[in-house]
């Protein structure tokens, strides 16, 4: 069965679209009639270049780019916007976590590489893409958070206070843009099956799983289902909300 075309007509972007949950993202809206800019590090193609891709039964754009690169940013979102005009949508997926340590273990040059990714990568699209929302007088921006975010997990601490930053940041552009009719959310996935997770260390990952009341990980179309909601005209009266996807695992 097709899909109903909500996004038809729509340009949308989403950030670490190569894989995990952005790249459940890319398909969920470009299967149902989105235009798709899947931007990721991971992709061959010079920076800023976009690589029509198809198969499986979507196609969608990708786009190279180092989201904590503010120079990239700015060339990438300017040559989907020449592509294809302004977008709708931003789904901010990219991110990293690493290696578990207590604070006090933790260099600053890791410290500042969560922060890099996580963090600045979000406020850099968010920068770049806002205007074009504001002047189109209607957006939908999601930014992927995480449950550490919300709890803080221990020997996540470089993680956990980035997402908790995100969180922070959606929170005020829900604010600032909620006039404009540009609407910001987050979600706050616990454990997915996602390559990222992958490189968790497995008592830590089974640990984690054992706190979900459902028993389970995330599967990444779980996911795409709610971020697909929250970038659609479906959702008209939450902004600056962030929503769990926890398996129950809710902290507050």
């Known amino acids: 069965m097709t899909p109903e075309q909500i996004f038809s007509g729509q340009t949308a972007i989403v950030t670490g679209g190569a894989s995990g949950i952005g790249a459940a993202t890319v398909e969920h809206i470009a299967r ?4 798709v800019f899947s931007v990721d590090l991971s992709y ?22 180092d989201v ?23 789904v901010n997926s990219a991110g990293t976590t ?30 770049a893409v806002i205007p074009h929302l504001t002047s ?16 803080g997990n221990a020997g996540s601490s470089a993680y956990s206070s ?11 552009l829900g604010k600032e843009l909620a006039r404009t009719g540009v609407l910001v959310n987050a979600v706050a996935p616990t454990v997915f099956t996602t390559p990222l997770n992958k490189k968790v260390n497995p008592d830590y990952h089974e640990f984690l799983i054992s706190r979900i009341p459902l028993g389970r990980p995330g599967e990444v179309h779980e996911a ?29």
């Open 32 to 35: 149902r009639g989105g235009r």
């Open 44 to 65: 061959d193609s010079p920076a800023g270049e976009v690589v029509p891709v198809s198969g499986n039964g979507f196609g969608y754009e990708a786009v190279r780019c």
């Open 68 to 90: 904590s690169n503010e120079d990239e940013v700015e060339r990438t979102v300017s040559s989907i916007v020449d592509a294809a005009g302004s977008p709708s949508i931003l």
């Open 98 to 127: 690493g290696p578990q340590a207590p604070l006090w273990e933790t260099s600053y040059d890791y410290w500042k590489m969560i922060y890099r990714i996580n963090v600045d990568g979000t406020f850099l699209m968010c920068r």
């Open 136 to 151: 189109n007088g209607y957006g939908r921006i999601v930014n992927i958070a995480s449950m550490a975010g919300k709890e």
């Open 162 to 172: 980035a997402k908790a930053a995100v969180i922070g940041m959606t929170k005020c």
């Open 224 to 252: 795409a289902e709610m971020i697909g909601f929250l970038v659609s005209s479906r959702c008209s009266f939450s902004t600056g909300a962030v929503f769990d996807l926890s398996g129950g695992r809710a902290v507050y």
